[in-house]
């Protein structure tokens, strides 16, 4: 979902970046969206940790 968020597009619906990324439709992004869970709060703390380890 990220590299179709990342691709320029003209419209960003399911349809047009699972299409750009080669799917035959837009299921796999949809079920991403709708279905897939995740802890904010951890993803936001590993980048957060990542971003201080690279900065020099």
């Known amino acids: ?3 179709a968020m990342l691709m ?5 619906n399911c349809w047009t970046p699972a299409e750009a990324l080669g799917y035959d ?3 796999r992004l949809q079920h991403f ?6 802890d ?3 993803a ?3 980048l957060a940790a990542w971003m201080a380890g690279t900065r020099r």
């Open 1 to 3: 979902m990220t590299q």
């Open 8 to 12: 320029e597009l003209e419209r960003r």
């Open 25 to 27: 439709g837009p299921h």
């Open 33 to 38: 969206l709708s279905r897939g869970s995740g």
């Open 40 to 42: 904010h709060d951890l």
């Open 44 to 46: 936001r703390d590993r």
